[in-house]
């Protein structure tokens, strides 16, 4: 009597540990993350179904900081729309301005001089790393270590000094004409930007000591919403965030632009695309792009010195002293000024390599003094519709920090 | 770059016939207009193709064109042979009377957002698409508002005269 009892009291306890099945609904939770929430990092918002901790679905709203700047550009002179794209990646200003100019300058067909190429790949390389170091950092604060942060944010500060010292603006910098740059680079930015690359490896090398190793923050981050390459590829990932899934497709070496293919440097990739591949890519691009800088600096004390644009007086503003002195001078300055310049009709897509990945600008000139029609290719807004597919089944405290490894800045999401 | 064009021309061409417009060659990049109806099909067949394998959109856009009379609208494709580092520009034109445009999210998962933020800026409806609707405007908006027909300052202003600034 006693075996068959048992094995039947083992039968309904073994039944009682699978629970749930069959025993009504399954009950979700609905989330809201966002749209004003501090771990988003900026103004989206994500509705999560929720199963306890884990997300079962989510739909993301964008759209927040929507600007309409490509309804604002077909109002505006060329020269008009390089403040409106500080206002898309506002982590790293200067390579949108660069990649506008870049596109005009193509457009028109203007040949920059290799100095002016090289200071701008200076510019464009320290935006890099002011970009990459906040989204480290900010990964470094959403597994919990604030200290790196806060340290390394220095760093960022210094970058910001040299913009100011270039082109007096700090966040949207404006930097740089059609044609070249507003001015040469003065003795002080020099200065700032030595003193700079002798400060930033130590540091950078001290952040990475915090967290490269660190096993709680590796256990934290690796196989942290991961994407494959297949997917990436298929939802037009690019930057940093498509190299960390496996994929070497960087702008600077496959189209180079401004000289890059003069200069010697890696494409770090990572094999998982999860958040500490990206983590990890971006770590490695940072020290590339010092890499960079000092071959650029290099190049530059070969070139003949006092260059900063190009000679094209019929798109780049004169110095004011001439305006005031030169009849030639005048005219072109007013013609710029109220943007009566000689557009040629055409068509052209230009694209940089930008902090979070292909920066592209696709614009349509019929000749008039705006542009008829300009597309903006912002990395942002194409990759992060993959979130949706990268959290689902994990949970919610990886989802958040999925997103900040991304880098997803709400500026270039809703142009 | 030639190579490039007569090498997709030839292609499309074999497998289209009719459905293969024309073909031109820009400052970067060659470009093809195809018939609007055959967009997934062009896409697809260049996607799979194995010489050319255009795998990456890179981005689209929608063009107005308010005077091009029965080809008011034009939506831009832009692909990317990452391997081999080619890029192309696929386009269809069609009229402003039939804004219907076969969706490709079925070949790129890219395509959704895309396609969205061109429904909700020019109104072209994309047959087939997942789902619909406004991404960066909000939901209650009852136009489309990246049409030339919208003026980007209010119209009923007469402190501003467009005559020296502006368009």
């Not at chain 1, 298929?234 to 200069?263: H, I, K, Q, T, W």
């Not at chain 1, 792009?289 to 503003?317: M, N, R, T, W, Y």
């Not at chain 1, 109220?338 to 292909?358: F, L, Q, R, S």
Request: hydrophobic residues 40%; proline residues 4%; contains cysteine.
């Amino acid at each position: 009597m006693s075996t068959k009892n048992k094995i039947e009291k083992v039968k309904t306890s073994n039944h009682s540990l699978s629970l749930g099945e069959g025993q009504g609904e399954a009950e979700y939770s609905t989330l809201n993350l966002g749209p004003t929430h501090p771990a988003t990092h900026g103004i989206f918002q994500n509705v999560l179904k929720m199963d306890g901790e884990i997300i079962m679905d989510s739909e993301s709203t964008v759209g927040y900081i929507h600007r309409a700047f490509e309804k604002l550009a077909e109002r505006r002179p060329y020269y008009q729309i390089t403040p409106i794209t500080d206002r898309l990646n506002y982590c790293s200003s200067p390579i949108n301005n660069m990649g506008w100019h870049m596109t005009v300058e193509k457009l028109l067909g203007v040949e920059i001089p290799k100095r002016v190429q090289y200071m701008r790949v200076i510019i464009m390389e320290l935006a890099r790393i002011s970009d990459h170091v906040i989204c480290n950092s900010v990964i470094g604060v959403d597994t919990g270590a604030m200290t790196g942060f806060l340290y390394i944010f220095q760093m960022r500060e210094r970058i910001y000094d040299i913009y100011e010292e270039l082109c007096g603006a700090r966040l949207t910098t404006n930097i740089g004409r059609i044609g070249g740059l507003e001015r040469d680079f003065t003795p002080k930015a020099w200065d700032l930007l030595d003193k700079f690359l002798i400060d930033f490896p130590p540091a950078l090398k001290e952040f990475e000591n915090l967290l490269m190793r660190n096993r709680i923050f590796m256990d934290r981050t690796i196989n942290c919403g991961p994407i494959s390459a297949e997917r990436a590829l298929n939802y037009s990932f690019s930057g940093p965030n498509l190299r960390a899934a496996g994929v070497d497709y960087d702008v600077r070496v496959m189209n180079p632009y401004c000289s890059y293919e003069e200069f010697d440097f890696i494409i770090p990739v990572g094999t998982q695309g999860d958040t500490y591949d990206r983590f990890m890519v971006r770590q490695q691009e940072m020290w590339e792009s010092v890499k960079i800088i000092h071959q650029a600096i290099a190049k530059i004390k070969k070139e003949p010195e006092g260059i900063f644009h190009a000679d094209v007086p019929e798109f780049f503003l004169p110095p004011k002293e001439e305006v005031y002195n030169n009849m030639e001078a005048l005219i072109y300055h007013f013609k710029i000024v109220m943007g009566e310049t000689e557009i040629p009709k055409g068509e052209v897509y230009h694209a940089v390599e930008g902090g979070n990945g292909e920066v592209g600008y696709y614009l349509i000139s019929d000749g008039g003094r705006t542009p008829y029609r300009l597309h903006m290719r912002r990395p942002c807004f194409i990759y992060y519709q993959a979130y949706a597919e990268m959290i689902k089944g994990g949970f919610l405290s990886d989802a958040i920090l999925t997103m900040s490894s991304m880098n997803v800045i709400a500026g270039e999401l809703d142009a | 770059m030639e190579a490039l064009l007569t090498a997709v021309e030839s292609k499309l061409k074999a497998q289209f016939g009719d459905g293969f417009i024309s073909s031109t060659m820009n400052v970067d990049y060659p470009e093809f207009v195809v018939k609007r109806d055959l967009i997934c099909e062009v896409v697809d067949f260049l996607y799979k193709d194995e010489e050319l394998a255009f795998q990456y959109l890179t981005t689209m856009a929608t063009i107005h064109y308010p005077e091009n009379a029965g080809q008011e609208f034009a939506v831009m494709y832009q692909l990317h042979n990452l391997s081999k580092n080619l890029r192309i520009r696929i386009k269809i034109f069609f009229s402003s009377s039939d804004v219907n445009v076969p969706s490709i999210t079925s070949v790129f998962s890219a395509a959704n957002w895309m396609e969205r933020q061109e429904f909700d800026f020019f109104g072209i409806i994309f047959r087939g698409h997942p789902n619909l609707k406004r991404i960066l405007n909000m939901d209650e908006m009852t136009y489309h508002p990246m049409r030339k027909e919208y003026a980007l300052e209010d119209g009923t202003r007469e402190d501003k005269d467009d005559k020296m600034f502006g368009r």
